[in-house]
């Protein structure tokens, strides 16, 4: 089994969030091969969004980050696909969000930006976890 130093590639997801505008959110890699699981907090102001009924409506509730991301992850560990590509259980996140390595060992998760968002920033975790995996081979 190949270890892997996850920080680097998470460092890479932050700066790619950062490019895009996300001012705040979560992103997670949990992987079998590193036996790993990291969130970096310090990504932005914060991982939640407090409720804002003035701005967003009575019934916003705001948003905790960092479970919505771990929620997409549980669902493609259940599925052994992207997120979003079948229905979500409870617990789950319904959004897209999460992509999975080619090999099946990292999930790679992010949440705070749109879908199309945290597509691009988990799928920039995978490709460096997988260019990683080829150079330790």
Do not use: W
């Amino acid at each position: 089994m190949v270890k892997i130093n996850v920080d680097p590639i998470l460092k890479a997801m932050i700066e790619k969030a950062r490019e895009l505008g996300l001012k705040r959110g979560s992103v997670v890699i949990l992987s079998v091969c590193t036996e790993h699981i990291y969130n970096e907090e310090s990504f932005g102001e914060n991982f939640f969004r407090e409720p804002d009924p003035i701005n967003r409506g009575p019934e916003d509730k705001g948003v905790n980050y960092r479970a919505f991301a771990f929620g997409k992850i549980f669902q493609s560990f259940r599925t052994g696909k992207p997120s979003c590509t079948e229905y979500a259980m409870k617990g789950e996140s319904p959004a897209r969000g999460c992509v999975i390595s080619d090999d099946y060992t990292a999930y790679f998760a992010c949440s705070g930006g749109t879908e199309e968002q945290d597509v691009v920033i988990a799928n920039v975790g995978k490709e460096l976890y997988e260019h990683c995996q080829t150079q330790k081979k």
